[in-house]
């Protein structure tokens, strides 16, 4: 049977993916960031997941406003890295997990999401800027991923309470999946900031410190904000932090945080948050 072994929590700034490039890891500017995603990469090295389920939102490169899916599955073997104005970023395409992927379709429709699934698309920051910060390609991917698209750009949104649940019905789909797998859930997104109106600029670490620290003990909560909530607390793209909750849908009540790391140099807050299940006998 899979099992799902922990989560990563993390934000999906496109300059993380600068940062990592042009290797400024030395950088007084940037080393906070890096170190804050070691322990992670390390965690990641030492369990060796098979796949990363992961969580993230397409920036209109992929899908357009004409149509932009709720949610949207990929199940294919293979997905080309996004070029978003200045060419594809120098990393393999992401290798994804095709059975397992359309098991999952099959399990989340029966659950009644309608969810859209695509093939061979390619993938932008939303995905693959924080993943080379902890499972970085050497020469290739270490595992396999699973992308799912979730909208927070155009309204209606899915609510803060249906990105939960739907990560409740991927932990179901995954540990319902017959091979033995180790799977890690990945939800990207925020945390507190703002790109355009009257408070552009915007960030309010209070709030962000504490949805680090709601998300472990009391995702609930969380659950039952609304998008005005969000928005109001973390600025109008502080909604993308729906898919940390969807992160934290797939994993158990039982799962505990094992590491955190906020900073913030510029416009958007960065932060990692690493949760790992319980050892099972």
């Avoid at 090295?45 to 932009?68: E, I, M, Q």
């Avoid at 789909?173 to 890690?184: R, Y």
């Avoid at 928005?231 to 590491?259: F, N, P």
Wanted: some cysteine.
């Amino acid at each position: 049977m899979a099992k799902i072994i922990g989560g990563i929590g993390t934000s999906h700034v496109p300059t993380i993916a600068m940062a990592y490039d042009r290797d400024k890891r030395s950088d007084p500017d940037w080393a906070p960031l890096f170190e804050g995603y070691e322990p992670v990469a390390k965690w990641m090295a030492g369990r060796k997941p098979d796949v990363l389920v992961f969580f993230y939102n397409d920036h209109a490169t992929t899908f357009l406003f004409d149509h932009y899916p709720t949610f949207a599955l990929g199940v294919s073997d293979q997905y080309p890295i996004a070029d978003e104005g200045l060419g594809p970023r120098p990393v393999p395409p992401l290798r994804g997990h095709a059975p397992l992927a359309r098991h999952m379709a099959v399990s989340l429709v029966n659950e009644e999401f309608d969810i859209s699934v695509f093939q061979d698309l390619p993938i932008d920051h939303g995905c693959h800027s924080p993943l080379t910060m902890f499972w970085p390609p050497a020469p290739d991917w270490p595992g396999r991923i699973v992308p799912i698209e979730v909208n927070v750009l155009q309204h209606p949104l899915p609510t803060p309470q249906r990105c939960y649940k739907l990560g409740q019905a991927v932990r179901r789909a995954v540990e319902s999946w017959p091979e033995d797998l180790k799977v890690v859930v990945v939800g990207t997104g925020g945390l507190s900031h703002q790109l355009n109106g009257e408070r552009a600029g915007f960030n309010n670490p209070r709030w962000d410190l504490e949805f680090l620290d709601l998300i472990e003990r009391d995702p609930g909560k969380l659950a039952a904000m609304r998008h005005a909530d969000y928005i109001r607390l973390g600025g109008t793209e502080g909604a993308e932090e729906i898919m940390w909750l969807a992160m934290r849908g797939a994993l158990s009540d039982r799962v505990k945080k094992i590491h955190q790391n906020y900073y913030l140099p510029m416009t958007s807050a960065m932060a990692v948050a690493l949760f790992e299940e319980p050892a099972i006998a």
